[in-house]
């Protein structure tokens, strides 16, 4: 109902798929959620509030927003350095980093000229995060996106009766003037200084935000730079909080599963966002690292099912990635070295079944004749169902760091099976 000539959604298959394509074949991206909260992680007044409240946490122990500004004038982290984020990005094989650069909280990690409640102008810091990663990013291969929370629980005009206790009463609000005078400017703003890939939205659930509010921001945005990608999140189409869309033709170009992976393939881009521990902002105490082994096994499940994985970290207040995340980054991306033409640049094999669910296919995006099995754990022998071994022509089965030595094999009328070479590794072990 709100489409017509110059509505950026009605752009052609091929102009999408193009437009689209650097994403798809990345496959993998990280996601960095710093911010004030990175401050009180997950404590207030020396009480530990809840699980999962790090960058909720001005919401979730309910501090009125003067009082949870003051983070500002210790907002102080004299140990981040870009190059050493962007050198993580790389060592895990990242193609892509989406960072927060406004979340719920509305506290900006750039200096812009809309807000004095910013890194340069609020806190002793003064410098522009942002603009430093994306200086550090420069030929790295590392496509930059912004995250962007609509919702904003700091700016007086975006302040909602269900937030109402953190702020100025609603009277006062006024939305229309809040996205018109504060969030489109911003963008604009985000746009001119960072060039970004994409924007990354959230907190589109609050009542105030529509779908026409969404398709005139994601047509806004469009032209102010055609290429970019825009997460679904800037429309209203969501169920609820799950990750895909209720309906056709909604603004955005890519679903937002967050801390799941889809069982189904839909006929729409999606890209499951994952936390490496329990939160997505730095938290003391959280210390629910999921394995890399586990972490892999994501990667390969999503990968398989056509899907991005964005894993985030959450940098500490002295601006540091936490060394249990680097650490499973830099072994993810070892694992990658080897198999990353299994995850890169593919998109998932329809046809071939494995046995016993343990094993995900892939296969190149523009091969046919391809198809990647990674086993999930070490199945031996390893059979694989609906798939032929063309012999005659030329066909065969290697293993991935194996060079060109072949594998052994049998073909049964429903598939192959493969014999394990002596000495390999499953997903997350390493050697
Ligand atoms: O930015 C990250 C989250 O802060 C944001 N999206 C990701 C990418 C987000 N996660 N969940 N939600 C938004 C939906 C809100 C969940 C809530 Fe709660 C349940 C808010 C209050 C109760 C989680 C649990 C946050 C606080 C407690």
Redesign the pocket.
Known sequence: SHACWHDMRSETRAEKDQRMRWWRESTFGL?V?FGLFAIPAGYHKGRRV????S??IM??ARIPDREYAKYAEQFNPVGFNASEWVATAKAAGVRYLVI?TK??DGFCLWDSQYTSYDVIDATPFRRDIVKELKDALRGSGIALGL?Y?IMDWHHPDAVLRKYNHLNTPPARANWSRYREEYMKPQLQELTAKFDPALFWF??D?IEAWSEEQGVELYNFLRRLKPSLLVNNRLSKARKG?QGMNRYKHAAGDFGTP?QEILKEVEGYDWES?MTINDN??FTKDDSNWKTTSELLRNLVDVASKGGNYLL?VGPAADGVIPAESVSRLRDIGRWLLVNGEAIYGVKRAQHAHGEGKMVRFTTPARERSVVYAVALQKLSPLRISNIRVDKSGGGEVRMLGHGDAHVLYESTDQGISIAWPPGTAEAGEHG
């Open positions: 996601f959620h809840g699980r999962g409240t960058e909720w919401h979730s927060t979340h719920h995250y929370s959230d907190g659930w909080h967050e966002c997505w902002g985030n």
